[in-house]
């Protein structure tokens, strides 16, 4: 890590600014090239990460750094991967807005330190955040949005991709294409999306994840 970057690690370890501090094992403060272009952004540690101290290293992340490697040709050295809040929710609930503001500041340093030129957001929590919307990822997902000096892409968080969406597969494919042409500077066009073979028979039972 960066000595500027490290030094707001350090703080946030012994962060209390909301009540997550009293559950969590650990800040998980983020992990990668402090200086990289690219920078993903998730929803919060869960148990595997909490445990290990390191953002989506669960099945969730190794969706993630499967679909990065297979779109992008990037392992993780060459990004770094962070979350909207620091600290597990317990039982694996949503963070709440309180506990999403708590946090923003950490997120903000990073930010500012890592100086991305593309914000890859995963998922509703980060999406919202970001871009301060209240719209869902299926409505905002397939274009590059400006972001300060950088460009923002948002996508599905893999946990929604785990519970059986095929086309949201193929989509966050073609998000992560996306964030490889802005990476190289090229226009943000959309790459085609091919449709789904079948759609995914319970996906309105995870409304939470694509609306
Ligand atoms: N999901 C997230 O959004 N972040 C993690 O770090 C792990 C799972």
Redesign the pocket.
């Known amino acids: 890590m960066s000595t500027e970057l490290q030094v707001v690690a350090d703080e946030a370890a012994t962060c209390v600014r909301c009540g997550l501090a009293e559950t969590r094992t650990q800040v998980?403060f983020g992990v990668g090239d402090p200086h990289a272009d690219l920078l993903f952004v998730?929803?919060?540690?869960?148990a595997d990460?909490d445990r290990l101290g390191e953002?989506?290293v669960?099945r969730?992340?190794k969706l993630l750094d499967q679909l990065v490697l297979e779109e992008m040709g990037l392992t993780r050295e060459r990004f770094y991967i962070a979350?909207v809040v620091k600290c597990r929710p317990p039982d694996n609930r949503d963070p709440r807005p309180d506990e999403i503001e708590a946090c923003n500041p950490w997120l903000e340093k990073q930010i500012a330190l890592i100086d991305p030129k593309v914000v890859v957001t995963?998922?509703n929590f980060a999406t919202r955040t970001l871009l301060s919307t209240k719209e869902g990822i299926t409505k905002v997902r397939g274009r590059a949005y400006p972001f300060g000096a950088a460009v923002l892409i948002p996508t599905f968080?893999p946990?929604a991709i785990l519970r059986g969406g095929a086309q949201q597969m193929a989509q966050m494919r073609a998000d992560l294409v996306r964030a490889k042409q802005a990476l190289a500077g090229a226009p943000g066009d959309a790459p085609a999306e091919p449709a789904p073979a079948v759609a995914p028979a319970h996906e309105a039972d995870d409304a939470r994840l694509f609306e």
Do not use: L, M, R, Y
């Open positions: 998980v998730g929803e919060g540690p869960g990460e953002p989506f669960g969730s992340g979350n995963v998922g968080h946990a």
